[in-house]
């Protein structure tokens, strides 16, 4: 799974007050979370901006799946929550159809973006089952070419977050 994971190692909690070292690493990493979360937000259209189509940016079902998650009290994970993220971050080789089924993240990617979310007339929802159709034997044939999302946010926001860790947890030590 594309996901960047941050665990704090080494920390000493029996020379300090350990309740205000824990809640100052929280905070810490609540921060660097944060931080990371909204640049790979960002990054999720391509290193040069939202790629604007004719229905907008169509990759906001990805973007809106972004979360941070609390592992442990010295660890988190930001990751999206759709599981094509995958296919995004590393490309996908041509050869097989993205799953057709009623439900699955490529229908609803191609109800909400494709067809604007509403398909309520017998037409409307024989044009949607084209464009899927269609969209899917051209992965089918083509493949998907990778967006490294997560890595380019890992590496442009790697000072971000350590920045962020130390000063929550300088200000425990003060």
Do not use: C
Request: no cysteine; charged share 25%; aromatic share 6%.
């Amino acid at each position: 799974m594309s996901m960047i994971s941050i665990e704090v190692r080494h920390v000493n909690l029996a020379a300090l007050n350990p309740d205000r070292l824990r809640a100052a690493l929280r905070d810490g990493l609540q921060t660097a979370g944060g931080l990371i979360a909204v640049e790979m937000k960002s990054q999720v259209d391509g290193p040069f901006g939202p790629q604007k189509k004719r229905y907008g940016s169509l990759t906001s079902l990805l973007v809106n799946s972004i979360h941070v998650r609390q592992d442990d009290e010295h660890s988190i994970t930001i990751a999206p929550r759709v599981h094509y993220a995958e296919w995004v971050e590393k490309g996908r080789k041509p050869g097989k159809l993205p799953s057709m089924w009623h439900g699955s993240d490529f229908m609803e990617w191609v109800r909400l973006r494709v067809m604007g979310g509403n398909i309520t007339s017998k037409k409307r929802h024989a044009s949607y089952l084209d464009a899927a159709w269609g969209i899917g034997f051209a992965i089918k044939m083509r493949g998907i070419k990778p967006n490294p999302f997560v890595a380019r946010t890992a590496e442009k926001t790697r000072e971000q977050a350590t920045t962020a860790l130390r000063i929550a947890l300088a200000k425990a030590l003060t």
